[in-house]
């Protein structure tokens, strides 16, 4: 299998806190790895240093054929893991003064110096994988929670980036908004897309996820097929979150 | 107490044409100043230490905590002799004191603008969200980049109605240009209401005058407040 992006022993403390405790992580091309986890347990922390949103106190990467000290790392090196990297926020965070066409197709023309014709019809293409190509004029303030994340999403996937980094991309939906948004991210799946998720939505992780990481206190406690963690959790610490977490007719998924 | 209404009439005229130098005041320093004063805000929002913040922070202070008459006297007097002092000791062939004093009066105003506006736009910068710059530089910008597309055009509509403020405040502020000698819409008519004691009449010119002028500058700035914020309309409806 393609080894596509490995982080090695990510450390990362705030003041005193400390969220990350040596964390690894493999992904692999196609993969669709969910991360799961009670709150405070550090997995919005472990995406935002892989994307070095934040930076890690310690810790390796190995990007394709890059490879990086994540606390030393030069902003050009950054540049480059954004080059070949897509976010999704949790609050969407679209540019507020583009429409929902311009927040697709800034990063295009702006940042990779795609001509604008060209962007244009990236940017339609990629709204139209959302089903939002007739709100390609639509400002932000315009549009529901549910179509600013998709719209979110179609500016990830325009830059065809190698892997998409969603951050509880659902969690500030209205719940009767959600189902539009993992719609569109189960599609890109299905694609093959290599994608890391941090999500609260288990049933969705249980259908999307080729590989699910199980993290609490800073650490990974546990990882695997969707169906052994669901299933056959072996540790303790997975069992108890999965029981508060999943209703009892889901627990047998 | 009797109006000599020819004489309102035809100071209004003289107060009119005086017009383009308190436009002229206006607009050079704004102009002038913003460079710096985005310059100065993006320094004194920069996290961490920064060899520049003191300085400058120290600066934002100094100005805001003098008032601009102050400033007008102490630089157009002390600022003609430095320069005196400068072009003899290099010997240049310049009498800085032939120089029109509305080119001081440039200088005071700027000074004073680069410090208010700066902390105009500190605080417009400091309300756009922060994960505006997340998302630009996701989407693989560069900081510079995101500032130019996205974060500037946002915080400009946040500081509008502040910047707003600040002209129609310098816009009234420019009648103490007079105290450097500089023919404004004020002196002018102080100037044509000496001969004959006309005060009243000249000052209810100019107060006619400031008012239109002050006006209109609002309603611009409406317009293109609306205009920049057209992105923001349906939150508001």
Known sequence: MDKMLKVKNIYKKYKQEEVLKGVDITVEKGDVVVVLGPSGSGKTTLLRCM???????????????????????????????????????????????????????????????????????IGMKALEKVG????????????????????????????????????????????????????????????????????????FAADVATNVVFMADGKIVEEGPPKEIFLRPKEERTKTFLRRILPQEEYNI | MEINYKFLIDTFYIVLAA????LKLTIIPLLAAAPFALAIALI??????????????????????????????????????????LTKAWSFDINVFDWDPIFYAYIVFTLNIIALLSEVLRSAFGSVEKGQLEAAECAGLTKVQAYIHILLPQAMVVAMPNICNLTVNLIKGTSLAFLMTVKDMTAVAKVSASYGYNYIEAYLDVFVGYIIICSIAQVLFHFAEAHMGRYRLSKQK
Do not use: C
């Not at chain 1, 054929?65 to 990297?85: P, Y």
């Not at chain 1, 007739?134 to 999403?153: H, N």
């Not at chain 1, 500030?172 to 539009?180: K, N, W, Y």
């Open chain 2, 19 to 22: 017009v383009p130098t308190t």
């Open chain 1, 51 to 121: 994307n070095f949103l934040e930076r890690a106190d310690q810790g390796e990467m190995e990007f394709d054929t890059i490879s990086i000290d994540m606390h030393k790392v030069s902003s050009k090196e950054i540049g480059k893991i954004r080059q070949k990297t897509a976010f999704v926020f949790q609050n969407y965070n679209l540019f507020q003064n583009k429409t929902a066409l311009e927040n697709v197709t800034t990063g295009l023309i702006v940042g990779r110096g795609i001509v604008k014709t060209k962007a244009v019809e």
């Open chain 2, 44 to 85: 004194r929002l920069q996290k961490g230490k920064s060899l520049w913040k003191m300085p400058v922070s120290a600066y934002v202070t100094f100005v805001r905590g003098t008032p601009i008459v102050l400033q007008i006297l102490m630089i157009y007097s002390l600022l003609p002799s430095l320069l005196n002092a």
């Open chain 1, 132 to 203: 939002l190509a007739d709100r390609a004029s639509f400002y932000p303030s315009q549009l529901s929670g549910g179509q600013q994340q998709r719209v979110g999403i179609a500016r990830a996937i325009a830059v065809e980036p190698d892997v998409i980094l969603f951050d509880e991309p659902t969690s500030a939906l209205d719940p009767e908004l959600v189902g539009e948004v993992l719609a569109v991210i189960k599609q890109l799946a299905k694609e093959g897309k290599t994608m890391v998720i941090v999500t609260h939505e288990m049933k």
